[in-house]
């Protein structure tokens, strides 16, 4: 399938680890031009250089902290100045912070809803002319299961802007219809990237049982009986902002080997 994505421009945002990291190589591989954005800039020059010794494809790496607004602004302009322009964009920012509702202030609550939704907000909103330009621009935002099912201890927070991102997602959507920009989630289940064993860490102490049996529970919520890959989902993100989907938007993609227990 040719996915028509030779010379297209893609911001990944949180893409030096994890879901993003495999969305900007997988885009990289089918010929587009990436831009890569995260917070720890060794890490973020390693991604990047990863990326291009891969795939030969210019990954450019800028550095911003995509909670605060001025960043995300600075970010999708220096993207689109070293890309010339923006075709797609991946808002894969966000964090799941486990916690119960006597252990989260109002600030923590304003700094999930600023890192898990605003980032993708502010980035649509500032790279809205340059997609609008594109005549077929993508926006792809990565929510998670805990928007739409819940079924941890502690995932309130998550779960919360999770929920508002897949609803914000959709409303984008009939903005973008008329400009031919295509906005869509894909919802991961759970996928072992370098933040997972701190969760399981977390839930094993929550729940009171070892570390292994915790890690069990979380590879036995998916059908297929494993954790996903970070190139399962983004495999899903490279088909969403390709020419390939050109007839769908709006819509939420779990990718979660079956841990969706809703119909
Ligand atoms: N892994 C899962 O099981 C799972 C399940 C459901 C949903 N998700 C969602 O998928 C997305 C990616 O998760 P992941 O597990 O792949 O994450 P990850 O491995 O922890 O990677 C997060 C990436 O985002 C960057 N980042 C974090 N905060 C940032 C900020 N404020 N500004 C700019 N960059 C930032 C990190 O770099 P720096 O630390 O250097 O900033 C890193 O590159 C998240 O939205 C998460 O909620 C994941």
């Given at each position: 399938m040719?996915?028509?994505l030779?010379?297209?421009?893609?911001?990944?945002?949180?893409?030096?680890?994890?879901?993003g990291?495999?969305?900007?190589?997988?885009?990289?591989?089918?010929?587009?031009?990436?831009?890569?954005?995260?917070?720890?800039p060794?890490v973020?020059?390693?991604?990047?250089e990863?990326?291009?010794a891969?795939?030969?494809?210019?990954?450019?790496?800028?550095?911003?902290?995509?909670?605060?607004?001025?960043?995300?602004?600075r970010?999708?302009?220096?993207?689109?100045?070293?890309l010339?322009?923006i075709?797609?964009?991946?808002?894969?920012?966000?964090?799941?912070?486990?916690?119960?509702?006597?252990?989260?202030?109002?600030?923590?609550?304003?700094?999930e809803?600023?890192?898990?939704?605003?980032?993708?907000?502010?980035c649509?909103?500032?790279?809205?002319?340059?997609?609008?330009?594109?005549g077929?621009?993508?926006?792809?935002?990565?929510?998670?299961?805990?928007g739409?099912?819940v079924?941890?201890?502690?995932?309130?927070?998550?779960?919360?802007?999770?929920?508002?991102?897949?609803?914000?997602?959709?409303?984008?959507?009939?903005?973008g219809?008329?400009?031919?920009?295509?906005?869509n989630?894909?919802?991961?289940g759970?996928?072992?990237?370098?933040?997972?064993p701190?969760r399981?860490g977390?839930i094993?102490?929550?729940?009171?049982?070892?570390?292994?049996?915790?890690?069990?529970?979380?590879?036995?919520?998916?059908?297929l009986g494993?954790?996903?890959?970070?190139?399962?989902?983004?495999d899903?993100?490279?088909?969403?902002?390709?020419?390939?989907a050109?007839f769908?938007?709006?819509?939420?993609?779990e990718v979660?080997g079956?841990?969706?227990?809703?119909?």
């Amino acid at each position: 399938m040719d996915l028509k994505l030779e010379g297209k421009c893609a911001l990944v945002t949180g893409s030096s680890e994890g879901i993003g990291h495999a969305a900007a190589a997988g885009l990289a591989a089918e010929g587009a031009r990436v831009a890569l954005c995260a917070g720890r800039p060794d890490v973020l020059e390693r991604a990047a250089e990863k990326i291009r010794a891969a795939t030969g494809a210019e990954a450019a790496a800028i550095v911003g902290d995509l909670s605060r607004g001025d960043d995300c602004v600075r970010v999708v302009a220096d993207a689109a100045e070293a890309l010339g322009g923006i075709d797609i964009l991946v808002n894969t920012v966000g964090q799941i912070k486990l916690a119960g509702i006597e252990e989260l202030t109002d600030a923590d609550w304003q700094a999930e809803i600023d890192r898990n939704v605003m980032s993708a907000v502010r980035c649509a909103r500032a790279a809205w002319p340059h997609l609008k330009k594109s005549g077929a621009g993508r926006v792809v935002n990565i929510t998670g299961l805990a928007g739409k099912q819940v079924y941890l201890p502690g995932d309130m927070a998550t779960s919360l802007t999770k929920a508002s991102l897949i609803s914000f997602t959709k409303t984008l959507a009939h903005e973008g219809a008329p400009h031919g920009i295509l906005v869509n989630n894909v919802c991961p289940g759970p996928i072992d990237t370098e933040g997972m064993p701190e969760r399981i860490g977390w839930i094993a102490g929550r729940l009171g049982v070892s570390y292994e049996q915790a890690m069990q529970n979380r590879e036995q919520a998916s059908l297929l009986g494993r954790l996903g890959r970070p190139e399962e989902v983004a495999d899903v993100v490279v088909f969403l902002s390709s020419a390939r989907a050109s007839f769908v938007t709006g819509v939420t993609i779990e990718v979660g080997g079956g841990a969706a227990h809703y119909i």
